[in-house]
């Protein structure tokens, strides 16, 4: 499975940007998805999550009401709507896919098979 993320950028606190994941050579429509972000020197954090049927949600504390995450499955695509921005979210951004079908809600790194290649996310107050 390759991930394609994209959408990343540059924006002043209050604004929104949304991030984009395309899914390439897996069985996309049967895979939970997530989004993960990092900032130098700190682990992998988890932002949120997206079951394979779009019908299991979850975030992150820190994002709850200001990030919406979704999934189109017959474009093989994985969205995360990005509110109400902060500097404190100013991070790397990666996307990442479950290579265990049908499972549930997974919210540690370590559970996702692939990942893509990241994008930058800059939020200056």
């Known amino acids: 499975v390759q991930l394609q993320a994209s959408g990343g950028g540059s924006v002043q606190a209050g604004g929104s940007l949304r991030l984009s994941c395309a899914a390439s050579?897996?069985?996309?429509?049967?895979?939970?998805m997530g989004w993960f972000r990092q900032v130098p020197g700190k682990e992998r954090e988890f932002v949120a999550a997206?079951?394979?049927?779009?019908?299991?949600?979850y975030y992150a504390d820190s994002v709850k009401g200001r990030f919406t995450i979704s999934r189109d499955n017959a474009k093989n695509t994985v969205y995360l709507q990005m509110n109400s921005l902060k500097p404190e979210d100013t991070a790397v951004y990666y996307c990442?896919?479950?290579?265990?079908?049908?499972?549930?809600?997974?919210?540690?790194?370590?559970?996702?098979?692939?990942w893509g290649q990241g994008t930058q996310v800059t939020v200056s107050s």
């Open positions: 990442a896919a479950d290579n265990k079908r049908w499972r549930g809600l997974q919210i540690v790194a370590k559970e996702y098979a692939y």
């Open positions: 050579g897996g069985t996309f429509s049967s895979a939970g």
């Open positions: 997206i079951t394979w049927s779009g019908g299991g949600l």
